[in-house]
């Protein structure tokens, strides 16, 4: 079964909080529902404590999907990251999620506001082979506790690029599997619909996100911040004309590959440039009509 859920950065955004900072969160929650969305993953303006998460996305006939979680295997051991994950697992659990989402966080400079994203940490081919043995650690814990750890490529990080993509899920076995996300893969220099079909049988969630490549251009040529990219506006949802990300031949990939799971649009923008609800709508409208064109949503 396919079910369609948004992310909250679209509303109020988790690195650059001044961005939707004044958008109230029953605003977010009813808005995302009254869209048509299922499900939405997780923000800084979520409850703590897991129970009143569950009930507050109740009242808007929503459930958690997932939410990211920042590993730090780079910087401590596994052990350690055991205890540290332990908390957010169980909150996934109370929840009723059945992923896991985690990005190596320890050294990332996408959060940063000075650090340009070219800057990002790499990890040299011994390097990805022990941190992915460590990762495929991690992984065996979670999948003990029902939940699949899947691993979201991202800009800024260790894992960005498809080369690194693919180190990843060849140093990782068979516990680990990968959000596949499609803005950041163009983003990372790689064609999504060409990644995806490598690694197409390990993808367990899915991120909806286009790219404009104006602004993409802007952040390279001018050495930017990830942040500052941004604030200008580099991502954006499927549909959107801006947008050069074509979404059929990923989905078609997924139909293919018998998918099942979340299709989440997750495209972060200034809320006060561009309406949530209005690029939200558009995003969700088009995925719907695409998965169902390409025979993997069959209603």
């Known amino acids: ?17 001044t961005l939707g ?29 897991p129970q009143a998460l569950k009930e507050l996305l109740g009242r808007h006939r929503l459930v958690l999907p997932s939410a990211w979680y920042s590993l730090e295997l780079c910087a401590r ?10 908390p957010h697992l169980d909150m996934l659990k109370v929840n009723g999620c059945s992923v ?17 994203v070219s800057q990002r940490p790499r990890l040299s081919a011994e390097e990805m082979a022990t941190y992915g043995a460590r990762l495929e650690e991690i992984a065996q ?20 690029s498809p080369e690194d993509i693919d180190a990843l899920m060849a140093a990782t076995g068979p516990a680990t599997h990968l959000l596949f996300d499609t803005g950041h893969c163009y983003f990372g220099g790689g064609d999504p619909a060409e990644v995806l079909a490598r690694h ?3 993808v367990r969630h899915f991120h909806a996100k286009n790219v404009r490549d104006d602004i993409m251009n802007q952040v390279r040529k001018e050495d930017l911040t990830f942040l500052e990219g941004v604030r200008r506006g580099v991502f954006t949802v499927p549909g959107d004309a801006e947008g050069a990300i074509d979404f059929a031949p990923c989905l078609q990939i997924l ?6 799971g979340w299709l989440v649009i997750e495209a972060e923008q200034d809320p006060e440039v561009r309406d949530p609800v209005k690029y939200q709508t558009l995003g969700l409208t088009t995925l719907r009509d695409t998965a169902r064109a390409t025979g993997l949503d069959r209603g």
């Not at 051991?77 to 332990?86: D, F, L, M």
């Not at 139909?255 to 099942?260: I, L, N, P, R, V």
């Open 1 to 17: 079964m396919i079910r369609y859920g948004t992310n909250p950065i679209a509303w109020a955004n988790d690195d650059d909080q």
């Open 21 to 49: 900072a004044h958008i109230p969160t029953d605003q977010i929650l009813s808005e995302a529902a009254e869209i048509g969305f299922a499900g939405i993953e997780g923000g800084h303006r979520w409850p703590a404590d």
């Open 77 to 86: 051991s596994v052990e350690e990251e055991k205890q540290a994950i332990q």
């Open 100 to 116: 896991c989402i985690a990005a190596e966080c320890s050294n990332t400079v996408h959060g940063s506001q000075v650090t340009p």
């Open 141 to 160: 814990f979670t999948a003990e506790q029902g939940l699949t750890l899947v691993y979201h490529h991202h800009m800024g990080t260790i894992v960005e």
């Open 200 to 202: 197409a049988p390990r």
């Open 255 to 260: 139909a293919d590959t018998g998918y099942e």
